[in-house]
């Protein structure tokens, strides 16, 4: 309802054709106006250079007098756009103050919403587009004064998304906010999580893993916390209410005490994580889980987790699942102090 076309409401000049941008070249070097012979080099029609010179002659940029000592003058066609462009500023600037104008009227709105958000008894708010998502996290972020606390479920994140977070945080910790994230084991294997993870971490920011993570949060100083919203969309809630976030924090803090600190996969050895992310699948089995619902809390896909189920049955030689379970609890494969499943 409120957009409109740009070039209807500026009033868009149309640009000079091909054919006119050539025989105003050709005139600039001939310093002189022949129509049949400009058709002839330029090899168009004689009617196609008649239409053409009409044009640049309408626009002020070629100009033909019957004054023998000079007969055609160019005009710089710079001085004739910026002429032809006035009109196109003047309503870009009239535009810009109108949106200016309604960006405060909208700002005085907003002290009444704080207002109203100030006095309600629970403080939640939906927020279900991505963009207003972004909005509000980049707003809390610079707001931030103390403390940042992330749960980052998933093995992978996409590269354009860290080199915005990458700007982002820099700014964050520069201030003296304390950063820190957890992120699921399987990150480790991911080469953009571990550049980014290594480049904040020499700016201060913390960093731990963990096979299951409770789901996705940020907190900002403990008093403002971010969760998806239920359904699977891009949309988030925001919660200021004091003790749900005092709870979620305590969550956090459980988790990050149980965490070990972020390293990538060699680093570590390969054999020495591929060994846990298995003995975490291998009790997810042994509890009933069906695949899709290891994965998600794995933070992996479909296909990597039944990779990895596949490659613990024929390790144990099971047939089936529940086979599978009876060996794991046999052989004490289920207790966090076994490292492997093969004895």
């Known amino acids: 309802m409120y957009e409109m076309d740009e070039e209807v409401a500026i009033g868009h000049p149309a640009q000079p054709t091909s054919d006119e941008v050539a025989l105003y070249g050709w005139a600039a070097v001939h310093e002189r106006m022949d129509v049949d012979a400009a058709a002839i080099d330029l090899e168009l029609s004689r009617d196609g250079i008649l239409s053409a010179l009409s044009s640049l002659t309408e626009r002020g940029l070629i100009h033909l007098s019957d004054d023998d000592a000079a007969p ?17 500023e003047m309503a870009i600037r009239r535009q810009q103050a109108s949106l200016d104008a309604a960006r405060g009227r909208f700002s005085g709105l907003h002290e009444h919403y704080l207002e109203g958000m100030r006095r309600r008894s629970l403080k939640v708010e939906l927020v279900p587009r991505l963009e207003e998502v972004r909005a509000a996290l980049n707003r809390a972020a610079a707001e931030c004064k103390t403390e940042v606390l992330t749960s980052q479920p998933g093995g992978n994140r996409v590269p354009e998304a860290l080199e915005e977070a990458l700007k982002r945080d820099s700014v964050t910790l520069a201030r003296g906010v304390r950063m820190r994230t957890l992120y699921q084991h399987t990150a480790r294997f991911n080469g953009p999580s571990q550049s980014y993870v290594a480049a904040m971490t020499q700016l201060g920011a913390e960093y731990r893993t963990a096979h299951e993570l409770f789901g996705r949060l940020i907190v900002f100083d403990r008093e403002v916390a971010f969760i998806p919203e239920a359904g699977g969309t891009w949309g988030a809630v925001i919660i200021r209410e004091p003790s749900i976030v005092h709870y979620m924090c305590d969550i956090f803090e459980q988790t990050w005490s149980l965490a070990q600190p972020f390293s990538d996969a060699t680093t570590d050895g390969l054999e020495t994580v591929a060994r846990e992310v298995d003995r975490t699948i291998a009790r997810l089995l042994a509890a009933g889980l069906k695949d899709e619902t290891i994965a998600r809390r794995l933070g992996m896909s479909l296909r990597t ?4 189920i596949a490659d613990i049955m024929e390790s144990l030689g099971a047939e089936s699942r529940f086979q599978a379970g009876v060996i794991m609890a046999s052989r004490g494969l289920l207790k966090e102090d076994k490292p492997t499943l093969q004895e």
């Open 72 to 88: 055609l003058r160019l005009m710089d066609p710079k001085l004739v756009a910026d002429v032809v462009t006035a009109p196109m």
């Open 305 to 308: 987790a039944r990779r990895h």
